[in-house]
């Protein structure tokens, strides 16, 4: 497409020379705006990936796919409800569990928890809970036993073996008249599911005990329902609605975080929107550099033209010229993306031990670790985005010195 003699001029015309160092100066400004551009925008939606998939990975790790719970009242007869929800295709397991609010407090120290009553069993089924211990065992999760967030330890001094006192919203008549239910329990597991809410505010406690000390009398608020895909629910849902009666709520995940999971969406989209201003700002300094290199290479053009160069000639030595701009540009952009998000945790943790300050709190940000997660897919568009805009920049430059008259050009010359 391009031959010897086009690709040479291209190169000459790329180099930097002292009479024309200020349009070198813009076209190596446009440079940088398109690898910043690309990188910026790599970097910001792989940690908007990673935003998305550690929350919904680790909210779904902690709770159910589909919840079965009642319209007016805890369920009775939830292990019968659970046999015949196993039966359903696409259900994988089914974990009765209740969730209430407490007060918790130690050593004159009170904060309120919700504190989520389920087997042993369980416990262990939950991956993300169940590989988040960072002390006690699972096996001690029994009788009096509970098991408490990292942060919720940190913050009142506790560990395993220590006491707490749970107090329940519900009261007991006494003699001087109702007060409210309180008993103790021995922390037996310190867990981190690397989710600052729940290591904060949660604790979990055998389902045995919950029921105790709620006085359910052997009933659970929910049910928890894992299937094997997440995404789909619907012909799950459809088939538990039929064998529940109305007074049964279904509802799933999705429902439950939807205005979470959309305010992810939406941010992540605004934000390639905005981000991709960016790289449009830089293909406008390339047609801005290109016309000024035009108009300073205007005789050049012109002896080209006299000697034989077509005019088809001309512009594909300015396309070539403004898009090795653009595609350099962009292909070390795509590297510094790519490197800069697969070590995004690393950096994070320089710059807070350079800087002293935290770049990243948990307690804003819901994680405890900045995620990155790079979709090759998203990689690719963005970098064939670039490319089509850095090519495009250079269309109307490289018409405007294919037009040019020789003869006019030369005439005062």
Known sequence: MFNAFERMIAWRYLRAKKAEGFVSVIAGFSFLGIMLGVATLIIVMSVMNGFRSELIGRILGLNGHINISSYEAPLENYQEMADQALRIDGVKSVTPAIERQALLSQQGNATGVIVRGISQDSLKQKKELYDGIIAGDANAFSENNIAIGSELAKKLRLKEGSTITLISPQVK???????????????????????????????????????????????????????????????????????????????????????????????????????????IVAAFNIISSMIMLVKDKSKDIAIMRTVGASRGAMMRIFIMTGALIGFLGTFFGAILGISFAVNIEKIRQFLESLSGTELFSAEIYFLSQLPAVIEWHEVISVIIMALILSLGATLYPAWRASRLDPVEVLRYE
């Not at 600052?196 to 389902?207: A, C, D, H, S, V």
């Not at 659970?220 to 007074?247: C, G, H, W, Y």
């Open 173 to 279: 008549a006494g003699p001087f008249g109702a007060i409210p239910r309180s008993r103790s329990f021995n922390v037996a597991i310190v867990f981190d599911v690397g989710m600052y809410e729940y290591n904060k505010g949660f604790i979990f406690m055998p389902l045995e005990e919950a029921q105790r000390f709620f006085q359910t009398d052997g009933r659970v608020d929910f049910l928890e329902i894992m299937t094997p895909n997440p995404a789909d629910l619907s012909d799950t849902k459809q088939a538990l609605r039929t064998i529940f009666p109305e007074s049964i709520a279904v509802s799933d995940w999705q429902r439950t975080n939807g205005s979470f999971y959309n305010a992810l969406q939406v941010e992540r989209n605004v934000m390639f929107l905005i981000l991709t201003l960016i790289i």
